[in-house]
C-alpha cells in the first residue's frame, strides 16, 4: 500500500492490483485456518470484517486511480 502512494499515477493500479490480490490470498488463508481450527470462530470473524474492510478500500482506490488515468472513463461514470 506505501508503494501505491508513492508511485507514479500510471503504475498506482498495477501496484494496488498486486495488494489486492494479496488481501485475496490473506482473506482465502483465514477460511483455511478456520476450516482446520487453527482460529476460534469469534476471532475469525473480527478477522474476516477488517479483511473485507481492506478489500473494499482497495477496490475503491483502484477505481478512484483508473479514473484520474483515463478522461474518458471519467465521462463514461459521470454518465450513468
Request: glycine share 4%; charged share 25%.
Amino acid at each position: 500500500v506505501a508503494l501505491a502512494q508513492f508511485s507514479p499515477v500510471s503504475e498506482r493500479p498495477t501496484v494496488i492490483a498486486r495488494a489486492i490480490t494479496r488481501n485475496d490470498v490473506l482473506k482465502s488463508m483465514l477460511y483455511v485456518l478456520l476450516e482446520l481450527k487453527g482460529i476460534e470462530e469469534k476471532y475469525f470473524i473480527l478477522l474476516a470484517e477488517k479483511v473485507e474492510e481492506v478489500g473494499r478500500m482497495l477496490y475503491g482506490w483502484k477505481n478512484q486511480s483508473l479514473k484520474q488515468l483515463s478522461p474518458v472513463s471519467r465521462d463514461l461514470v459521470n454518465k450513468q
